[in-house]
């Protein structure tokens, strides 16, 4: 997938908003930050933080070792029906020959042929590793130009065949559609009558739901996996008018009071949204603040 670049308020939130819209786990993601708020007088913030973001490859497949082969033959001098080995004649071993001793035509094409055969295996060794190595190189060119053929459509079409079958498995009469958001992100949307239990409470299961979702098509194209964004019978749609409207109010009563509010915790997607609605909004900022299940956003008056 290609690099994204991503701006927000802090480092947190520009980092948040990146794996968002990647839709993975930040352990499957590389980050690099390209620039980071500074504070100036008073302790006032300028500028904004900037990252770019990408699903992190799939790495090569780590080449198995050989196993050394046990040498062959007796010990101690030993031949292979147990007795001794006799020096060689002269009282030269491993067939040295004296100064001044001649080499038979016989003796010294065993030698070229011997060499010759080592070599031969040496060689032959080093080619099958080159072999495998330019085969595990083609391999993976190839799937990095399937990645680079594998279209938005298509990982919503993977998505839309899972649904399906999830939506059957449970007895729901509902049908589902794919509508692409932009180029990076695909909606796929079920639609029928009491599909609550697959919303849940405040839209859980709907979260539980869309990392499934999410991982299914990742394991289908691991190479490239874009935003999959799931709703069911509108809930997504109604959520984001509600938050929209309580996040309005809210920022009127900051601006009447000059006092900044906390909000409540919120999953990555709904403060995202509260951000985007306090940023049209002049006089005012947002920041998110807290750890994992208890980050929430916080949103204050100021520039």
């Keep these: ?6 701006s927000g308020r802090t480092l947190e939130e520009a980092k948040e908003l990146a794996l968002e819209q ?25 500028g904004e933080a900037r990252v770019r973001a990408r699903v992190q490859p799939v790495g ?28 060689s004649s002269g009282g030269q071993e491993n067939g040295a020959r004296t100064e001044g001793a001649e080499v038979s035509p016989a003796a010294a094409s065993t030698r ?12 032959r060794t080093r080619s099958r590793e080159n072999g495998r190595a330019s085969g595990e190189q ?6 990095a130009e399937m990645a680079e053929g594998v279209s938005l459509e298509e990982q919503a079409e993977a998505a839309k065949e899972f649904m399906e079958g999830l939506l059957d498995a449970y007895g729901y009469d509902a049908s589902v559609e794919t509508r692409v958001l932009d180029e990076d992100t695909v909606e796929v949307a079920a639609d029928g009558n009491e599909l609550g239990l697959l919303v849940g409470p405040r839209g859980a299961t709907l979260a539980a739901l869309q990392d499934v979702l999410r991982t299914v098509v990742q394991h289908r194209f691991p190479t490239r996996t874009d935003r999959i964004v799931v709703d069911v019978a509108g809930y997504r749609q109604r959520r984001v008018a509600a938050l929209q409207r309580f996040t309005k109010q809210i920022a009127d009563e900051v601006l009447e009071s000059q006092t900044q509010r906390a909000l409540e915790p919120m999953s990555p997607a709904d403060r995202k949204v509260v951000h985007d609605t306090v940023n049209e909004i002049e006089g005012l ?14 949103i204050a008056p100021g520039d």
């Design 22 to 46: 990647l839709g993975v786990a930040e352990a499957d993601a590389e980050l690099i930050v390209l620039s980071e708020p500074k504070v100036g007088l008073f302790g006032r913030t300028r």
């Design 1 to 6: 997938m290609e690099w994204v670049e991503i």
């Design 60 to 87: 090569p497949r780590p080449k198995r070792q050989r196993r050394p082969r046990k040498a062959t033959g007796g010990s101690n001098g030993k031949n292979r029906s147990g007795e001794r080995r006799k020096p």
């Design 112 to 123: 070229r042929r011997s060499s010759r055969s080592g070599g031969s295996a040496e060689t």
């Design 285 to 298: 900022s947002t920041r998110s603040e807290g750890e994992d299940s208890a980050r929430h956003v916080v």
């Design 138 to 143: 083609g391999r993976q060119d190839k799937e």
